[in-house]
């Protein structure tokens, strides 16, 4: 996973390790493992979030890890055009390449490291799909997208895109150099991440050697949640067994904590995790395929809109696509 790398800790921010007499850390609350399924024109995701309530993940509302699969050529695959509206989709690639095009004019190639951040606000078009070159050639997947609520205020706001380079990211390091932590959005022991938010979250991911401890400050106001990417670990102040494709919901306190197992498998030297939290928006949540809004009448109103064209309309350069009435709209990234 070349997406934290480093070539000499040393130069790295140091994160202070929490003093254990002054803080609290966060319990784990529960342990969930994450069913496999597919997403678009049929690419591999576990779906992170599945089985936890709306009210742990809040402001969360979905989490697919994509791959991590090694295609052959042809194989790779994107999703067609389709709508949005009500929230905002971060996709976070780790290995592998994958390109966006929305009905907004914003759109790129992101490769490892790399983040796309759209907010849809009121309402957009957009397609993600691997590039000419991938898919004749085959090669690695691997990538993280998580659904980010807006508050009823921010529903409407006018759709925005922001394209993170990996070298933009803050890249810390522990006090000992175990672990590497890349800051996408939010703040990490005083060193923010370049993503832009309407709603305060905290989104890094990091990677802890074997035998290694990752302590982080984390906001009493926010919730916290820990995915295991790879490799097994422990977390929370009791220490519970972790291991690939499940997701840590932690109670409350100002510290979470994981440590990698001394021993890991040879395809997953070391502990991966994406650790996020945010400050709970606390509103009715209606979730609908593509759309996430406070009412059933806005969704209703949300399909309208789509079927109207009102959301959009797919560019006359655009990327190779089905016509976006062609997908269904209970599901889709």
Not at 295 to 309: K, N
């Amino acid at each position: 996973m070349p997406a934290v790398t480093v070539d000499d800790v040393l130069v790295l921010p140091r994160i202070a390790t929490p003093d254990p007499m002054a803080v609290r850390e966060r319990p784990v609350r529960s342990v969930t493992t994450a069913p496999a399924g597919f997403e678009g024109e049929g690419f591999p995701v576990r779906r992170a979030f599945a089985g936890v309530p709306q009210s742990e993940l809040d402001p969360f509302v979905h989490m697919d890890q994509m791959g991590e699969v090694d295609y052959a050529p042809g194989e790779p695959k994107g999703t067609p055009w389709h709508p949005h509206r009500g929230f905002e989709t971060v996709t976070y690639m780790i290995d592998g390449t994958f390109d966006h095009q929305d009905s907004n004019g914003g759109g790129g190639r992101i490769t490892n490291g790399d983040t796309q951040w759209m907010t849809a606000g009121a309402g957009i078009l957009h397609i993600e799909a691997p590039p000419e070159q991938l898919v004749v050639s085959g090669g690695l997947f691997h990538g993280v997208q998580l659904w980010v609520n807006l508050p009823a205020a921010d529903k409407w706001t006018p759709p925005r895109y922001q394209d993170i380079r990996g070298s933009e990211a803050a890249l810390l390091t522990t006090e000992d150099g175990g672990a590497l932590v890349r800051v996408v959005a939010g703040e990490v022991g005083g060193h923010r991440g370049p993503g832009s938010t309407h709603t305060p979250i905290t989104l890094a991911h990091a990677t802890v050697s074997p035998g290694a401890r990752l302590a982080l400050p984390w906001p009493e106001a926010y919730n916290a949640l820990v995915y295991v990417l790879s490799g097994r670990g422990r977390a929370g102040a009791e220490r519970r067994p972790v291991h690939a494709g499940q997701l840590v919901v932690f109670g409350p306190g100002d510290a979470v904590g994981l440590a990698a197992e001394p021993a890991q498998e040879s395809a997953s030297p070391t502990l991966e995790v994406l650790v996020l939290g945010g400050r709970p928006i606390r509103e009715p949540v209606v979730h609908y395929g593509p759309f996430v809004m406070n009412t059933r009448a806005e969704i209703m109103q949300a399909m309208e809109d789509y079927q109207a064209g009102r959301l959009g309309r797919v560019p006359a350069e655009a990327m190779p696509h089905r016509h976006p009435g062609d997908e269904d709209l209970g599901a889709g990234n």
